[in-house]
């Protein structure tokens, strides 16, 4: 039987105006690259960020219910101009904080 995946709890917020720029130019880098430029990509990585610092800023620091937190307020964004949605959106900034974190994405270790 396998052991389930424990949460990931990211270390406090100590600078959110850095972290913030920090999220933003990377998911702004990851849509570029996923398929093609486009402009509301840097709209899409502006509203997350903002959705993400804000969740930190009130202390939710469980990566789990940061994804949860993106991809329900990312319903609201119009995605009728991108290749994107709110789910794609939630994994690809779970993914670059794993990978800034040095978290393996496979197996949460």
């Not at 998911?27 to 486009?38: A, G, M, N, V």
């Amino acid at each position: 039987m396998s052991e389930p995946i424990k949460p990931i709890t990211l270390p406090p917020m100590s600078n959110p105006q850095q972290e913030g720029k920090w999220l933003q130019a990377a998911l702004h880098q990851w849509l570029d690259r996923e398929f093609i430029p486009e402009a509301v990509n840097h709209q899409i990585a502006e509203r997350a960020t903002q959705i993400f610092v804000r969740q930190r800023l009130e202390g939710e620091n469980d990566l789990g219910c940061l994804v949860i937190a993106i991809v329900t307020e990312m319903q609201a964004f119009d995605f009728s101009k991108s290749f994107y949605g709110e789910f794609a959106i939630a994994n690809a900034v779970s993914d670059l904080l794993l990978d800034s974190l040095g978290i393996d994405r496979c197996c949460g270790q």
